[in-house]
């Protein structure tokens, strides 16, 4: 059972573009969500981070948005850069006694062409 | 800066091998803990410790042995190497709760 999922495996966009990671979850106990990008043969990096008591977040040209109602997060980059190109993973952990794990999608593949 | 190592990048093991992935992290973080990555099933968790000698199952523990004996190293044995195991392993730390820290990872391939 999968609790959080990232429906599309690639984004292509052009640089200069807006890129939109869509992620969706199912546990309603997940109250932090995260995003990390991931280049090939290295470990993944952390990248931009919401709690469920805020909508967005932003950091330079990343924004998080959450709705909670939907069970659905974004990630916007903006403008898009060919240095952006990577895997990214969206991951979400909960309140309770793990609450220190976290539970990731199955990542989203975005390309940036020059 | 926070830093996670692991102790290679590369390798290579024959079927039936015992392997050792060993990870030190010098953040003095509680939790610790041992993925894999495999293309089109993202990362799943095999062992996590949230403090020395303990140690839980992740999602995907079979096969998988591990060790925290002092706070800032966890190794991941593999008692008998398979090829099923060949894979992308990646250990992370973090603090009670949240940001994980990620080492560079280990492409191990059993032959």
């Known amino acids: 059972d999968q609790q959080v999922k990232q429906n599309s495996p690639s984004l292509s966009v052009q640089e200069g573009r807006i890129s939109i990671l869509n992620c969706d979850y199912t546990n309603s106990m997940f109250d932090y969500f995260l995003w990390y990008k991931k280049y090939p043969a290295e470990g993944p990096t952390f990248l931009i981070s919401i709690s469920s008591i805020k909508d967005k977040n932003e950091d330079g040209r990343f924004t998080v948005f959450l709705n909670k109602s939907a069970k659905h997060l974004s990630l916007h980059i903006v403008p898009s850069q060919p240095g952006d190109s990577a895997v990214y993973f969206c991951a979400a952990s909960g309140s309770g006694g793990s609450n220190y794990k976290l539970t990731f999608g199955k990542g989203t593949l975005l390309t940036v062409n020059p | ?111």
């Not at chain 2, 030190?24 to 894999?36: A, I, L, S």
């Open chain 2, 1 to 111: 800066d926070v830093k996670v190592t692991q102790s290679s990048r590369y390798l290579v093991k024959r079927t039936g091998e015992k392997v050792f992935l060993e990870c030190v992290q010098d953040m003095d973080h509680e939790n610790m803990f041992w993925y894999r990555q495999d293309p089109g099933l993202g990362l799943r968790l095999i062992y996590f410790s949230y403090d020395v000698k303990m140690k839980e199952k992740g999602d995907i523990p079979e096969g998988y042995s591990v060790s925290r004996e002092k706070k800032e190293r966890f190794s991941l044995i593999l008692e008998s190497a398979s090829t099923n195991q060949t894979s992308m392993y990646l250990c992370a730390s973090s603090l009670r709760t949240g940001k994980q820290y990620f080492g560079p990872g280990t492409r191990l391939t059993v032959l």
